[in-house]
């Protein structure tokens, strides 16, 4: 499926947040990466937040298991080790990294706390996680928000060459846990010091942690 979106996954990103996943993806490499950290970008799709990592000064690893996805991030930084795996059984040794980053990623895990645990695991004592995913809004948004993803997100689907794989997004976005019940299982998995933030008017949570000593 993630091979099939890949062709039109940037601009989708685009037109859908308006632009605004920019902004988001500096907030998340702000909270989580320092100058000279050896970083994670797990499914790291297209290479965005990696590429933003790497600008903030991070030595970066990025990791997806789609191969097209990677096709189109390696054109993005030639400085960026982009590696073919599996999040769920990451191909790196225990407390390899100082920090972890994943944008739009953990919603797609087969086994969402055994990822949670594998991004544990490889971080350094101390390092920081960040997670940037899509929440469903409460408030005034959420009529807004269910126009969005049921009516806008499939039309312009339909009008994108290979954007018909985009009919995953709701019924992925409605399964998967609210902002309160993920911070819950990054503490199970390890995490302390684990907040959160709304953006996009509460449509994205950005999740950060740090992993116990
Ligand atoms: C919605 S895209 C997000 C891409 C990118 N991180 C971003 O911020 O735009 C989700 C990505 O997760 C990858 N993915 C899903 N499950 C994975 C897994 N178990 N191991 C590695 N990559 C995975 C997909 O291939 C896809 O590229």
Redesign the pocket.
């Known amino acids: 499926m993630?091979d099939r979106i890949a062709p039109v996954y940037d601009v989708m990103?685009r037109v859908m947040t308006m632009g605004l996943d920019r902004r988001w993806r500096r907030l998340a490499v702000r909270e989580a990466v320092w100058p000279g950290d050896r970083v994670l970008d797990a499914?790291?799709?297209?290479g965005?937040?990696a590429v933003e990592a790497e600008r903030r000064g991070g030595r970066v690893v990025g990791?997806?298991?789609?191969e097209r996805?990677l096709e189109r991030a390696r054109r993005k930084s030639g400085a960026i080790e982009w590696v073919q795996?599996?999040?769920?059984a990451l191909p790196f040794a225990d407390a390899e990294f100082d920090a972890v980053t994943v944008?739009?990623?953990v919603r797609?895990?087969d086994d969402l706390e055994a990822g949670l645990r594998e991004l544990e695991r490889v971080l350094r004592p101390g390092g920081r996680l960040a997670v940037l995913e899509i929440t469903r809004p409460r408030g005034l948004l959420r009529p807004f928000f269910r126009v969005w993803l049921d009516v806008l997100v499939p039309i312009a689907g339909k009008i994108l060459p290979g954007g018909k794989a985009y009919t995953y997004l709701p019924a992925s976005i409605r399964r998967f846990p609210g902002p309160e019940d993920l911070s819950r299982l990054l503490e199970a998995a390890g995490f302390g010091d684990v907040r959160f933030r709304l953006l996009g008017g509460g449509s994205v949570a950005l999740h950060t942690g740090v992993r116990g000593q």
Do not use: R, V, Y
């Open positions: 993630f990103n499914c790291c799709g297209t965005d937040l990791l997806d298991f789609s996805m795996g599996d999040a769920l944008g739009f990623g797609n895990l």
